[in-house]
Every structure is written in structure tokens, then in C-alpha cells.
């Protein structure tokens, strides 16, 4: 059975960081490709960060320099570190492994930025 567990999130000021980590299991993990989403209530969901198999990455616009997406295949773990946090970074973030046909989902969790 496949799970991917999202950890980390909460309330923040504005100005502040939170690290969000996705722990998944029932899967090859190192072959996979790891992106983070968020959804905002009333909104398509969007890509937020995403990191290939082989590592390479890539980011929305609007988190460029400040948000790193990173994994430990050894761990089975992909994380987010966000930093600079806005109000507008508010949503429910999902973490999402793909590869191939198949495709999983977290079951999201909150980060609120607010003062």
C-alpha cells in the first residue's frame, strides 16, 4: 500500500519559514518524481516545486529563492524548505510521486502565514 505522508506545516508570521517534509512508503522512492502542489480554497490546485528522479528541480515563479525542494532517497523523504513566507504563500500543500502510469498523493497539510 502506498502512503505519502505530509508533515511540517502550521502558522507562521509572515517573514517566517516552515520546513515541510513528505515520507512515503510502497514505493521504489529514488525512482520517482517528487513535486510539492498547494490549493488555496475555491482554486485549481497549483504546482509549487518539483524535483526529478536524477534530481534536477524546478519552481513556480513565485517561490523562486525562496523556497528549495529537496530529497534523501535513503530516507524516502522529499522536503520543502520555505523561507520569506507571504500571506499569499497560504494553501494546503500536497505532496505528489509520479512515475510512469502511476501517480500518488498526500493527503495535504495546512500552512498559514499570518501575523
Known amino acids: 500500500q502506498v502512503q505519502l505522508v505530509e508533515s511540517g506545516g502550521g502558522l507562521v508570521q509572515p517573514g517566517g519559514s516552515l520546513r515541510l517534509s513528505c515520507a512515503a512508503s510502497g514505493i521504489i522512492f529514488s525512482i520517482y518524481h517528487m513535486i510539492w502542489y498547494r490549493q488555496l480554497p475555491g482554486k485549481q490546485r497549483e504546482l509549487v516545486a518539483s524535483?526529478?528522479?536524477?534530481?534536477?528541480?524546478g519552481y513556480v515563479d513565485s517561490v523562486k529563492g525562496r523556497f528549495t525542494i529537496s530529497r534523501d532517497n535513503a530516507k524516502n523523504t522529499v522536503y520543502l524548505q520555505m523561507n520569506s513566507l507571504k500571506p499569499e504563500d497560504t494553501a494546503v500543500y500536497y505532496c505528489n510521486a509520479q512515475h510512469l502510469d502511476s501517480n500518488y498523493w498526500g493527503q495535504g497539510i495546512q500552512v498559514t502565514v499570518s501575523s
Open positions: 524535483i526529478l528522479s536524477g534530481g534536477n528541480t
